[in-house]
């Protein structure tokens, strides 16, 4: 199924949106946790950590007015027989409110989420770019590395086209990337940090007056509704969903997961099995994550081997960045997902040809300045012709099928914040 198939659904009946959906090339990358012993396999294989990042976006009547940043991670050994794991890690996620549309960005999260979840883990394994391309080392290329001696010597060995230009060397896709077999069985986990603030992916969108911060209480809540719809509908019911507010009573997270409908929620987290187990070897290292700058902050201490889960967790709390008054939480699920299992259709993801690229196209959205509606135009019409020009494709369109979402205008569009950095570039320039 694609995505307009997932998310129509949860969009107002008879209105046309347009969505952007983003892919970056899966890639090897380092671990998201430090890694132990027994990371490696009885044949001394370590594990190997495949990235890629989704940035997907909404539009209405010309104008970006969401967007929803997502990173899947596999964890699995080099002799391919051993345990697999995807971990789904939602990133950052906004709204600008300069939709004249009453929206359930509740449902349209969670149809994101879903239609993630729901991708084939052989759309990412079958060509991931190794950390180092090893079929290319003694390979007569141009790279970064190469002296411009030694460049202009193979540049001169190259043969002439019929213009007399030397000729390209065309390397085989075999030879760029390499390949993992698809797992038959895997853990599927999904994680996010919830701390509100003004914005995250749209800058300045704070100062649009029909723009609405959930508080930190209420953004945990509506967080919890949407990750727990999930575990029930994409889950079996042997799956592990957890709950962690750092410093916080365990009586009083509890609270939180009273009107929950699926029944094993606990107060914890899905990385470590016990309290008293090392956190620098369970608790991962995510984008903008506030819990890595702890780990380097306990590194400076000369304090990382020996602060377990319980501390870390503790501890944590106590830093400036959790200190506001704001609730700050990490929702966990870990288990077998028992969804669809689909393969994106060609004409429903883009996938740029380097991170340079992806970060671009990001970048002509998340780049502009939201202080004005006229933010949300530039950013429409900047990817609309970018698309258009270098990837010879539209934007997805896609009519609402909601009855129950009311069409009218209102004064002022809730929007939701996850994680906890804004990280705003300016888009580059043609």
Request: aromatic share 8%.
């Amino acid at each position: 199924m694609s995505l307009e198939c997932y998310i129509k659904d949860a969009l107002p009946f008879g209105h046309e949106f347009e969505i952007i959906n983003l892919q970056s090339i899966p890639r090897e990358t380092s671990p998201i946790t430090f890694p132990k012993r027994e990371a490696e396999d009885v044949n001394g294989k370590t594990v190997k950590t495949i990235k890629t990042q989704h940035f997907v976006a909404l539009c209405f009547e010309e104008k970006v007015v969401f967007a929803l940043e997502i990173v899947v991670y596999f964890s699995l050994n080099s002799a391919n027989n051993g345990p697999v794991e995807r971990l789904l890690f939602v990133s950052k996620a906004d709204t600008n409110g300069y939709c004249d549309l009453r929206l359930d960005i509740g449902q349209i999260t969670k149809s994101i989420i879903a239609y993630i979840l729901a991708i084939s883990p052989g759309h990412y394994l079958r060509a991931v770019k190794p950390l180092i391309r090893k079929a290319l080392s003694g390979a007569k290329i141009i790279k970064r590395s190469t002296s411009v001696q030694r460049a202009l010597e193979i540049l001169s060995n190259r043969p002439l086209d019929s213009k007399g230009i030397t000729s390209r060397v065309k390397i085989p896709d075999q030879d760029l990337y390499v390949s993992f077999p698809v797992p038959t069985e895997i853990v599927t986990k999904v994680s996010l940090f919830t701390r509100a603030e003004p914005q995250y992916l749209f800058s300045n969108s704070s100062k649009n007056p029909r723009k609405h911060v959930l508080s930190g209480d209420k953004l945990l809540k509506w967080w919890l509704k949407i990750v727990d719809q999930i575990v029930v509908e994409d889950f079996d019911n042997k799956t592990k969903a957890t709950l962690q507010i750092p410093g916080e009573e365990k009586r009083v997270i509890s609270n939180y997961l009273r009107n929950t409908a699926y029944q094993n929620w606990t107060v914890g987290d899905i990385f470590s099995e016990s309290p008293q187990d090392i956190a620098l070897y369970r608790i991962p290292l995510f984008p903008d994550d506030p819990k890595g700058r702890f780990l380097d902050h306990l590194i400076s201490d000369g304090r990382i081997s020996k602060v377990n889960v319980l501390t870390f967790w503790t501890e944590l709390q106590a830093r400036q960045e959790f200190r506001l008054g704001s609730t700050v939480s990490v929702i966990g699920v870990s288990g077998k997902y028992i969804g669809r299992c689909n393969e994106p259709e060609r004409t429903d993801i883009i996938i740029p040809t380097s991170k340079k690229n992806f970060k671009n196209l990001k970048n002509y959205i998340t780049g502009e300045e939201y202080d004005t509606e006229e933010g949300a135009e530039e950013a429409y019409m900047n990817i609309r012709d970018i698309f258009d020009m270098h990837y010879s494709t539209k934007m997805i369109k896609v009519i609402g099928n909601h009855h129950k979402i009311a069409t009218t205008k209102r004064p002022e569009i809730n929007t939701i914040n996850v994680i906890n950095t804004l990280s705003v570039h300016r888009k580059p320039k043609s």
